[in-house]
């Protein structure tokens, strides 16, 4: 095909073809873009007649793509980033006048913790601004970009989308919150004898701070486990519960009352990484790279990077 071929070509159907390669149904892409079942399947025909291939065969419930459908989509998806990058170099971003829709993910502590003094910058900055902030964490956070729900994400990330970037916005150490009045900080056993409260997003019973025990040989017992952060300080008020949470949302929770926030009774290498992720297609973009440079600054913590 030539360049003069392109002009037969809708740039639309591409974008059908990319949503069909990461949703594997005609049902859910049409959800993705916002368009009826009919209109996906007719897009699949034409680009079935276009690249004179299947593309996708049905097996069970899925699609699953052929072999020249994943020969395309090597080659496509950074031609679309490309074409994406092209689009929004050629425009222009000023924050003080713009009233363009932002959508972010954010995982829950991020949301509580450091979201407020974000929201205060952009208020001033760019009043006419829209932000959307959708609810994200490692396990929902590939899928949110993928499908480009969002365009830029805050969590604890572990694999993401090929063409997606990160970078490191701070390392934070876990803490101890506890709701008792005994004095003192609490020693090894006591951390262990105590009941526990921990945040699981998949429902486990067992978390990083358990490897952490076991690799010391200790162990300890947890009585209750929730999906988020945020109302953690409230559960465990009035209780010898104790959690263990990342500082910087120990001390948004503690700032509340009725909690103290201790460090861990013994040393651990581990860390927990708050990264900053976004779409590959929109790593120039200037609205993007604007909103970025913002959560790096009052998301961030130069002094742990």
């Known amino acids: 095909m030539n360049r003069n071929d392109l002009r037969r070509l809708d740039l639309n159907l591409l974008i059908v073809f990319e949503t069909l390669m990461h949703e594997r149904s005609v049902t859910r892409a049409a959800e993705k873009l916002f368009l009826g079942q009919p209109a996906i399947s007719a897009a699949l025909a034409r680009l079935r007649s276009l690249f004179d291939d299947p593309l996708f065969v049905r097996t069970g419930r899925t699609m699953e793509p052929t072999t020249r459908a994943q020969e395309i989509f090597v080659l ?24 363009q829709v932002f959508r972010i993910g954010l995982s829950d502590e991020v949301e ?59 390392r934070s ?56 952060f945020n109302g953690l300080n ?38 927990f990484e708050l990264s900053m992720v976004w779409r590959g297609a929109q790593d120039n973009d200037p609205a993007e790279r604007w909103l970025r440079s913002r959560i790096q600054m009052f998301i961030g913590d130069p002094d742990t990077l």
Do not use: W
């Not at 913790?113 to 609810?135: F, I, Q, Y």
């Open 76 to 99: 496509l998806v950074p031609a679309l980033d490309s074409i994406s990058t092209a689009v929004s170099r050629a425009s222009e971003f000023d924050p003080s006048t713009s009233k």
């Open 112 to 170: 509580f913790s450091l979201l407020p003094s974000l929201l205060r910058r952009l208020r001033v900055e760019a009043p006419g601004v829209v932000l959307v902030v959708r609810r994200a964490n490692y396990l929902l956070m590939p899928g949110l970009l993928t499908s480009g729900e969002i365009s830029v994400g805050v969590s604890y990330t572990d694999e993401l989308p090929a063409n997606a970037k990160r970078k490191t916005l701070r």
């Open 173 to 228: 150490r876990p803490k101890v919150m506890r709701a008792d009045s005994i004095p003192g900080p609490l020693s090894m056993d006591d951390f262990c004898n105590r009941p526990h409260a921990m945040v699981s997003y998949a429902g486990d019973l067992n978390g990083f701070m358990d490897e952490e025990l076991s690799a010391l040989g200790k162990t300890r017992h947890v009585v209750l486990a929730v999906p988020q």
């Open 234 to 271: 409230s559960l465990i008020a009035g209780t010898d519960i104790v959690a263990t949470v990342p500082d910087f949302a120990a001390d948004t929770l503690a700032a509340a009352g009725g909690l103290r926030v201790e460090p861990l009774p013994f040393e651990t290498g581990r860390a």
